[in-house]
């Protein structure tokens, strides 16, 4: 089914979205709707696959649509009266003393060390991370979860730290260097 139905899903997202990174979005967005959907039984006739797939395209891009609109609404509307935010600064790594640690680390600790572009929305990463716990125990740190500006931090150069200071992703990744750097 990915082979046959990804290429499609990220075209049309493509073509809809303009956008890469808003496409694979689309593309694992639909497809895990469509194997949700097959799971519980919604869809029993086989022939109505492409039919449902592209159905969920287009009311998925119609939501993002609606949800970009709601927001440039709200901001314009509110936006002016907002006070500038204050961003409190996140205190300064030392990139090559992290670096270091965990180069030091053998190579099954430094791949099972902690999952991420974890999604709690999906059975199979709640799967997953059981899983892992079950196999290494305290070895399995918390996730680091799914989030664009994991792409769009490395896209303009930056650090996630650099980029948005107080996005879940960047406190995570944040928890785990220090984590890191505790046990060094």
């Keep these: 089914m990915f082979r046959r139905m990804a290429p499609r899903i990220r ?14 979005d689309l593309t694992q967005h639909v497809l895990i709707a469509t194997i949700e959907a097959l799971r519980a039984g919604r869809l029993r006739d086989p022939e109505r ?19 970009a609109q709601r927001k440039e609404r709200l901001l314009t509307q509110f936006g002016a009266e907002r006070p500038p935010s ?3 600064s996140m205190p300064l790594m030392d ?4 670096a270091g ?3 030091d680390l053998k190579e099954r600790e430094r791949t099972v060390i902690v999952m991420t572009f974890f999604d709690e929305q999906t059975s199979e990463s709640k ?4 899983e892992l716990k079950r196999n290494f ?8 979860h799914r989030a664009t500006i994991l792409r769009e931090a490395p896209a303009e150069g930056k650090l996630v730290y650099e980029l948005d200071p107080q996005h ?12 890191t750097l505790k046990y060094s």
Excluded: K
């Design 168 to 179: 879940r992703a960047t406190r995570e990744y944040y928890a785990l260097s220090q984590y």
């Design 137 to 144: 125990g305290d070895a399995v740190l918390p996730p680091i």
């Design 101 to 103: 640690c965990v180069q």
């Design 95 to 98: 990139r090559e003393r992290l």
């Design 86 to 88: 204050v961003q409190p």
């Design 11 to 24: 075209l049309y997202g493509l073509r809809h979205l303009r956008d890469e990174h808003a496409a694979e």
């Design 127 to 130: 799967t997953t991370l059981d």
């Design 49 to 67: 696959l492409a039919s449902f797939v592209l159905g969920t395209c287009r009311m998925t891009v119609l939501d993002l649509r609606r949800s």
